[in-house]
T-cell receptor, first 109, second 117 residues
Framework: RKEVEQDPGPFNVPEGATVAFNCTYS??????FFWYRQDCRKEPKLLMS???SGNEDGRFTAQLNRASQYISLLIRDSKLSDSATYLC??????????FGAGTRLFVKA | DAGVIQSPRHEVTEMGQEVTLRCKPI?????LFWYRQTMMRGLELLIY????????DSGMPEDRFSAKMPNASFSTLKIQPSEPRDSAVYFC???????????????FGEGSRLTVL
């Protein structure tokens, strides 16, 4: 079983739609969580951190449920420019940083 | 400021040849990571270093793979001998320990795209 699992998608949504991505992690010792974004043929870049209390950055909302070992990302009012692969990340003690395989999103006009 | 620098950006080689990938992390970053990305397996952690010391190499596929970090500004990932199944994009990334705020952002290089024929 992979340490971080995501639905690979792809998710095909129209502009303006709300889309949610889910992620689970298997290592209960994981301490920090993030979402990264990767554009086609580019390197991953940090989108946002994920906190237990939930956090929001504009149209993006991230949630963490430690009891269920579950992380989510909600994108509201999708834009064409949101089309990318979204990678869920869990960091354990010692800063071992594990990525999920990613969920592909296509936003269509 | 310069980001993480990787070389070569592209490499095409024949099975059995030695491949060396290079990485220069961001100055002041004390963690360095090597990842491999394929469509089938996603982004896999191969090995990571802290202050030039390997911390976890459990992701290194087999003895054909080796990584070194002789100093704070340089790391190599070597594959010898290479095989077609090693074809992938290899990313190097670095970050600081982040202090009391926890782990810092991971900064990636642009990757080295390896094709083994």
């Amino acid at each position: 079983r992979k340490e971080v699992e995501q639905d690979p998608g792809p998710f095909n949504v129209p502009e303006g739609a709300t889309v949610a991505f889910n992620c689970t992690y298997s290592n209960s010792a994981s301490q920090s969580f993030f979402w990264y974004r990767q554009d086609c043929r580019k390197e991953p870049k940090l989108l946002m951190s994920v906190y237990s209390s939930g956090n929001e950055d504009g149209r993006f909302t991230a949630q963490l449920n430690r009891a269920s070992q579950y992380i989510s990302l909600l994108i509201r009012d999708s834009k064409l420019s949101d089309s990318a692969t979204y990678l869920c990340v869990a960091v354990t003690g010692g800063f071992k940083t594990i990525f999920g395989a990613g969920t592909r999103l296509f936003v269509k006009a | 400021d310069a980001g993480v620098i990787q070389s070569p950006r592209h490499e095409v080689t024949e099975m059995g040849q030695e491949v060396t990938l290079r990485c220069k992390p961001i100055s002041g970053h004390d963690y360095l990571f090597w990842y491999r990305q394929t469509m089938m397996r996603g982004l896999e952690l191969l090995i990571y270093f802290n202050n030039n010391v390997p911390i976890d190499d459990s992701g290194m596929p087999e003895d054909r793979f080796s990584a070194k970090m002789p100093n704070a500004s340089f790391s190599t990932l070597k594959i010898q001998p290479s095989e077609p199944r090693d074809s992938a994009v290899y990313f190097c990334a670095s970050k600081t320990s982040g202090g009391a705020g926890g782990p810092g952002e991971l900064f990636f290089g642009e990757g080295s795209r390896l094709t083994v024929l």
